[in-house]
């Protein structure tokens, strides 16, 4: 069964430092989304990207934050300068479709992101 | 804003019988859906199951149901005859029709005893 992977599994970096998160979603998906889950808190919704643009970002997702689908089967989520409040654990997801049919969001095992 | 709420942080079954796990959420959205996630300890949220707001029907999967009550704006997942690989963090989420964010509860874990 095709499933969405996610590389690394931990990462651990120096506040202030660049990371970039990999994800590939599942081949025939089209809509592409990373959340993030801080420890003991909700899942929640970051960013959401469609035809090579972002279709909709939460208020956490600010100019820090950047993603993009630098080939055909990767989708990256880069963090600029890492703080401390950025460790949590970031799941990629994909649907085939946005909203409407077929948008079951299916996602990845997560990234682990620990800023030191 | 919607919002999900779950407020059962830890529920426990013994193998085999049946359980409940409580989601309600807040919305004044006619078109939406619901769904049910589960995140074992290897930490891969896997669907269990999804509700569209505009079937009256309760969906089911083998041994998963839910009970929707659209009025209440309640979404309880039951699972039935539990397993030990049950065992898990069980996650609602809200999805408004036109958007792609999925809004998640807190979540409940559940302990399966043998």
């Given amino acids: 069964e095709p499933e969405v992977t996610q590389t690394p599994s931990h ?12 994800c590939v979603p ?14 003991g808190q909700k899942v929640e919704f970051l960013v959401s990207f469609y035809n090579n643009e972002i279709s909709e970002k939460s ?9 993009e689908r630098p080939d055909g089967s ?33 996602f990845g095992p997560g990234t682990r992101l620990t800023v030191l | 804003a919607q919002t999900v709420t779950q407020s059962q942080p830890e529920m426990s079954v013994q193998e085999a019988e049946t359980v409940t796990l409580s989601c309600t959420y807040d919305t004044s959205e006619s078109d939406y859906y619901l769904f049910w996630y589960k995140q074992p300890p290897s930490r891969q949220m896997i ?8 079937k009256q029907q309760n969906a089911t999967e083998n041994r998963f149901s839910v009970n929707f009550q659209k009025a209440a704006k309640s979404f309880s997942l039951k699972i039935s005859d539990s397993q030990l690989g049950d065992a898990a963090m069980y996650f609602c989420a809200y999805r408004s029709a036109p958007h792609n964010d999925m ?12």
């Fill in chain 1, 59 to 67: 208020e956490i997702f600010d100019d820090q934050f950047s993603v």
């Fill in chain 1, 11 to 22: 990462q651990v970096t120096q506040m202030g430092q660049e990371v970039i998160l990999r």
């Fill in chain 2, 103 to 114: 809004r998640f509860g807190a979540g409940t874990r559940l302990t399966v005893k043998p």
């Fill in chain 1, 74 to 106: 990767n989708f990256t989520l880069k963090i600029r300068s890492t703080k401390l409040e950025d460790s949590a654990m970031y799941f990629c997801a994909s649907s085939e479709r946005g909203a409407g049919g077929r948008d079951t969001q299916y």
């Fill in chain 2, 47 to 54: 669907l269990v199951i999804r509700q569209e707001a505009y």
């Fill in chain 1, 26 to 39: 599942i081949s025939n998906h089209l809509y592409f989304y990373w959340y993030r889950q801080i420890l």
